[in-house]
C-alpha cells in the first residue's frame, strides 16, 4: 500500500460511521437521552481526555497499558478517557456533592482502550 493510499484508511480498532449508519446512530442517541430525561436524568459530559491519576487501578477498568497517554505542556501524563466511570466520579465530587442522592446523570461518549484484542468490533 502506498503512502496516499495508507492515508485514506484508519488505524486497527476504529472505523469511521458516516451517511446513513451515522443518521442511524444519532437518532438512537437522541431517543435515548430523551427517555432518560423523562425518568428525570441529567444530561453530563466529561472531557475525552483527563489526568492519568483518576484511571488508577482501583478507581478504573483498565490497566495502564491499555491506555493511550501523552503529555501536556506541564509533563502532566494525559490519557484518552478508558472508561465513563472515573470521570463521572470526580465530576460527582466537584460539582454534586451537596445535591440530594441518588443523582440521575446520563452520559454518552467515546472510550479508548489501546489493545490487541478488539472483541465485538
Same mark, same amino acid.
Given at each position: 500500500? *502506498?503512502? +496516499? *493510499? ?7 480498532? #476504529?472505523?469511521? %460511521? ?7 446512530? @444519532?437518532? #438512537?442517541?437522541?431517543? %435515548?437521552?430523551?427517555? $432518560? ?6 444530561? %453530563?459530559?466529561?472531557? #475525552?481526555?483527563? $489526568? $492519568? ?21 506541564? +509533563? *502532566? &501524563?494525559? #490519557? @484518552? ?6 470521570? %463521572? ?10 445535591? &440530594? ?6 452520559? @454518552?461518549?467515546?472510550?479508548?482502550? +489501546? ?7
Amino acid at each position: 500500500m *502506498n503512502m +496516499n *493510499n495508507q492515508l485514506l484508511h484508519t488505524p486497527d480498532g #476504529v472505523r469511521d %460511521i458516516y451517511a446513513e449508519e451515522c443518521a442511524r446512530k @444519532l437518532a #438512537v442517541e437522541q431517543k %435515548i437521552q430523551h427517555v $432518560f430525561g423523562l425518568y428525570g436524568y441529567q444530561s %453530563i459530559e466529561t472531557p #475525552v481526555f483527563e $489526568f $492519568f491519576d483518576i484511571f488508577k487501578k482501583e478507581r478504573g477498568s483498565v490497566g495502564s497499558q491499555g491506555m493511550y497517554k501523552f503529555f501536556d505542556r506541564d +509533563n *502532566n &501524563t494525559l #490519557v @484518552l478517557r478508558p472508561d465513563m466511570t472515573p470521570p %463521572i466520579a470526580r465530576c460527582v465530587a466537584k460539582y454534586y456533592m451537596d445535591e &440530594t442522592k441518588p443523582l440521575r446523570l446520563c452520559y @454518552l461518549g467515546p472510550t479508548f482502550i +489501546n489493545g490487541t484484542s478488539y472483541q465485538g468490533a
